[in-house]
Each structure stands twice: as C-alpha cells, then as structure tokens.
C-alpha cells in the first residue's frame, strides 16, 4: 500500500500562515479525496478538510486544502494563525480499493 | 445530537482477545458506514476497517486481515469490533466514526485496550 508522509512539526507565530505537506509515495494524490484532521491532546480528531478543499461547516476559512500533482503532494494552510490552532494534523487518502491511509501526522505549535 | 458512544477501557492478557462497542444515537443507523481507527500511545492514527451498517460488509487494513471482526446489531444501532491474538503492539486507543462524504463525523470518545503479558 502507499504512504502519506508528512513533517513531524512545524511552528510559527500567531498572525502568521503555515503550510502543513503531505505526500503520497505511490499513486497520484488526484486520484483518491484527501482530508484534513486536527486533533487536540486528549480529544478525537475532528475534519478541518475534506475533499481536498471543503471546508466542514465550523471551520474557519483560514483553513484550506490544495494538492500538487507536480509534487503529489496535499497542502494543508492555516492563516492568521492562533493559539488554538496548536494540534497534531493528520492528513488522510484512500487506495482504489476503499482501503484509508493517515499520514504520520504533524504537530503545530504557535508560539 | 449525533452521538457514538464506546464501551470502557480494557486490560487484556498476550493473546487474548477483546471486543468493542460503539452505539450510535441520533441518526439512522444503517444509512452511514462505520469506521474505525486506532492510536497508539504518542504515535499516528491507523486505519483498521469499516463496516456498512445497512449490510454488514466490511472492509479491512491488510495489517489486521484475519485478527479483525467488525460486526453490527442494527436493532441496537451498534458497531462492534473484535480483535484477536492481542499482542503488546495492539495497547492503543480504539475509535469508532461515523462516515459522511469523505469524513469521520462524529468520533466516538475512544476506547483504551491495554495488552500486557
């Protein structure tokens, strides 16, 4: 099956944009939806994107999703970055079987 | 409200086995699959299966082919999931999850499974 790898961690001041990555080793990032998950400590995740771009309804628009074919890659962007947004981010895919993949994951910290 | 609710943690012996449930409320039940992911202390989510609530197909990871049972009672609105030959490996917190349109929505509180020998 193929992985989604993402980086461990990133960090950066509130106010301010992160771009969180998540790429697909094998398969092309358009042929299966990508979502976005946040998770707080002790809390379940919950969906800040789904299918690629949408946003769940309570979402904030300063969350969005692109993909890259070039890099086959997703891309998850959070601007006016706040405090609360500090979680672990896990992106998500499928193979052409239903079979569902999370990335490793990526703590952000806002500091 | 849309509510998963999941049975309490458990402590299981190497090799024993141990089942879940995940009673849903506030939706009908068989109009939306159910999924369900694992984490691992301080590591990712895992992926681990689904079931159709309306049928009872599943599908699972490849990693738990044969070790894994995922199960409904449509009467109870209830998933469950059954895990067997629990190794050390398997101590995680196990969540159901509604499926809609491509999300998880909502999760159940999660369940802790502790293997030890």
């Known amino acids: 099956n193929f992985m989604l790898t993402q980086p461990h961690s990133v960090s950066e001041s509130p106010g301010k944009t992160v771009i969180i990555s998540c790429t697909r080793s094998s398969g092309s990032i358009a042929d299966n939806y990508v979502q976005w998950y946040q998770q707080r400590p002790g809390n379940a995740p919950t969906p800040v994107i789904y299918?690629?771009?949408?946003?769940p309804s309570g979402v904030p628009d300063r969350f969005s999703g692109s993909i890259d074919s070039s890099s086959n890659s997703a891309s998850l962007t959070i601007s006016g970055l706040e405090t609360e947004d500090e979680a672990d981010y896990y992106c998500?895919?499928?193979?052409?079987?239903?079979?569902?993949?999370f990335g490793g994951g990526t703590k952000l910290t806002v500091l | 409200q849309i509510q998963l609710v999941q049975s309490g943690a458990e402590m299981k012996k190497t090799g024993a086995s141990v089942k879940i449930s995940c009673k849903t409320s506030g939706y009908t039940f068989a109009h939306y699959l159910i999924h369900w992911v694992r984490q691992a202390p301080g590591q990712s989510l895992e992926w681990m299966g689904w079931?159709?609530?309306?049928?009872?197909?599943?599908l699972f990871s490849q990693t738990f082919q044969g070790r894994l049972t995922i199960t409904r009672d449509t009467s109870a609105s209830t998933a469950y999931l059954e895990l067997n030959s629990l190794r050390s490996e398997d101590t995680a917190v196990y969540y159901c999850?509604?499926?809609?349109?491509?999300?998880?929505?909502?999760w159940g509180q999660g369940s802790l499974v502790t293997v030890s020998s």
């Open positions: 079931i159709n609530s309306a049928n009872g197909n599943t």
């Open positions: 999850a509604r499926f809609v349109r491509q999300q998880l929505v909502p």
């Open positions: 998500q895919s499928s193979d052409n079987s239903d079979r569902w993949v």
């Open positions: 299918e690629y771009n949408l946003r």
